[in-house]
Each structure stands twice: as structure tokens, then as C-alpha cells.
């Protein structure tokens, strides 16, 4: 039975992390605390993340700064860091197939077997519309490819498109699936609640403003 009620689905990427990936470094503890300085007083029902460090780290602290005890924080495979996608050829622009292939070819052998049985199990669990009568607002705190492959499905881009999207460190992504209508993405790698020395971390440094 199709959803009867509006899903907000907020997305955001994990806080900046150290070297090694284990823990949050001290900007990365910032930003989270203020994206959860941001959310609060908004109506959060859950806080999904991705079972690695630097996601569950990041919930947990946003979780902090709502002032609310309410909201679970539960860890999610499906919002993990893994490559939702992998296309053929032929599916690319010629001109860069061969370097999207060479770099997607670098990525650990799990992460490319997996991603996809993932990726379909995201796109179930956290789009579309919701059952009930009353909207239903969710944060997924997750990585770079997760978010690139939910906003490109809410565009009805290429499957491939996902590539390309580069998201800051807690940043803020909102899609709208409402009853009957296409999905909206209503902002996209917001970072207006971080001070602009915290902003665009997790950029390629030629991509910063």
C-alpha cells in the first residue's frame, strides 16, 4: 500500500574525521554540535547512521544538542559507506568512462559487492512516502556516495549519477517525498549553520569556496 503521508527526509554527512578514520577530530566534534544546534526544535522522530566511528559519533552528538530524549539514534547498514552503484561502459560519457572506472576499481572489494544489495535496501527503508496521517521527519547521518545516490534517485538521474556529488562534512540535504507528486529536494549540502572556518571540509580543496 503507497504512503498516505509526507516524508522529510534529512540527510547529512559525517563530521569531519581524523587520518585514520576512527574518531571524530576536534572541528568534526564542532560541526556536529552545531548541525544538532541547528535541528533543534525541529520534529525529528529517529536519527538513523552508518555503523562506522565517524557516522555514530556524529548522530550521537547531534542527538546531544536536540534537548530532547525522545529520539532514537539506531545504526543502519544501509546507511553505511559503500558504492551504491556500479555501471558498465557503456552507461558513461565516454570522455571520462575510463577515470570513473579506474577510480571506482580502487574501492575494496566488499564495498563493491555489497554496495548494491545496499544501496536498493537504503532507497527502501529510508524514501517515499510514509504510512499514517501525519508527516514523518528522519535525519540519516551517513557518508558522501549514500547521500549523492538519494538525491540522484529524487532527480530521476542515471543510476551512474551518484558520481559527482561532493557533499561537505555536516552538511545539511532535505527531500521531500510527498503522496502523489515527485520527490523535491528542498536544499542540498546546506552548511549555513557551520561558521565559514568549519565549512567545506571533505572537499577536494579546488572545489572550496
Known amino acids: 500500500m503507497a504512503g498516505t503521508a509526507t516524508r522529510y527526509l534529512y540527510l547529512a554527512r559525517h563530521a569531519e574525521a581524523s587520518a585514520d578514520e576512527s574518531t571524530l577530530t576536534d572541528t568534526g566534534r564542532r560541526q556536529a554540535e552545531l548541525l544538532g544546534e ?9 536519527i538513523h547512521h552508518g555503523p562506522l566511528p565517524r557516522a555514530e559519533q556524529t548522530a550521537r552528538l547531534i542527538a546531544d544538542r536536540l534537548d530532547r530524549d525522545d529520539v532514537p539514534v539506531r545504526s543502519s547498514e544501509a546507511a553505511g559507506d559503500y558504492l551504491p552503484y556500479l555501471p558498465t561502459r557503456e552507461e558513461l560519457p565516454p570522455r ?5 572506472l579506474e577510480r571506482l576499481a580502487q574501492f575494496p572489494e566488499e564495498e563493491r559487492a555489497r554496495g548494491p544489495e545496499l544501496a536498493r535496501e537504503a532507497l527502501a527503508r529510508f524514501t517515499g512516502p510514509v504510512s499514517g496521517d501525519a508527516p514523518r521527519h528522519e535525519l540519516v547521518v551517513t557518508h558522501n556516495f549514500l547521500v549523492g545516490w538519494l538525491v540522484r534517485d529524487a532527480l530521476d538521474a542515471p543510476a551512474w549519477r551518484w558520481m559527482g556529488l561532493n557533499l561537505g562534512n555536516a552538511a545539511l540535504t532535505v527531500i521531500r517525498y510527498a503522496p502523489d507528486r515527485a520527490a523535491s529536494v528542498l536544499f542540498l549540502n546546506d552548511m549555513g549553520h557551520l561558521p565559514p572556518e568549519l565549512r567545506w571540509t571533505g572537499f577536494p580543496p579546488e572545489l572550496t569556496a
Open 38 to 46: 541547528r535541528l533543534r526544535g525541529s520534529p525529528l522522530s529517529v
Open 96 to 100: 571520462f568512462a575510463d577515470a570513473m
